[in-house]
């Protein structure tokens, strides 16, 4: 699967946080998001891992119950099942590899 750049497909999940699913294969699924300073993802799990890169701007990360200031450049891995939560300190892009595939992250008109 080949992806070519372009800023249509975004989709809001919450107030300040909107994502697109890129590409994926039958074992990943590759996202970027794109998230205004101020918003906050709540503290969840899911089964995926969940593996992440900081592309632009600054985020606090926590992962159980370590708590992280990520910066440009800087990146992490989140084992499945594991709590975390994210405010956002500036507006960022974050990309990242899920897997399995998050199925509820597929698009509509594309399957594995």
Known sequence: ???KANDDGYKEVLPGIRFKT???????LFTE?????????????????????L????????????????????CWCIPGNMQHSVKILENSIV????????????PKDRTT
């Open 95 to 106: 990309v990242e590899v899920f897997s399995p595939v998050r199925k509820e992250y597929l």
């Open 22 to 28: 890129l590409v994926f294969g039958k074992k990943t």
């Open 55 to 74: 592309t632009k701007g600054k985020i606090q990360l926590t992962i159980g119950k370590q708590v992280f200031v990520v910066e440009k450049g800087d």
């Open 33 to 53: 998001f794109r998230m205004n300073a101020g918003a906050i993802l709540p503290n969840h799990s899911h089964v995926h891992e969940q593996t992440g890169y």
């Open 1 to 3: 699967m080949f992806y």
